[in-house]
């Protein structure tokens, strides 16, 4: 089954744009992981930075949060966030269409 997960980044006062751009190196090499579904930044309206991440399964991301591209994602933005990131983890609750019905 399917994990998705949301990462919520506040960036430093006045360091946003520093922070997207620190993000990119570590998203390409995430983007090069097995079961990486979906591992896209996104600019939410409350001043944070949006991940969201979709992964084949348990087992995948588990090797994700252990792996380089999460050190390099990690040194990467050092110094650039107000608080720590935070982290959710959730299964999904197919209903409705298969195609619009889940992440």
Known sequence: MTVVVTAIFK?????KDELVEAMRPGIAAVHEEPGCELY???DAEDGT??????WSSQADLDAHAKGPAVALLNKD???LLAEPVLVT???PIPAGTDLQGAL
């Open 11 to 15: 960036p430093a006062p006045g360091r």
């Open 40 to 42: 896209a930044i996104h």
């Open 49 to 54: 930075i949006t991940m969201l991440e979709k």
């Open 77 to 79: 933005i050092d110094g």
């Open 89 to 91: 983890t959730m299964s």
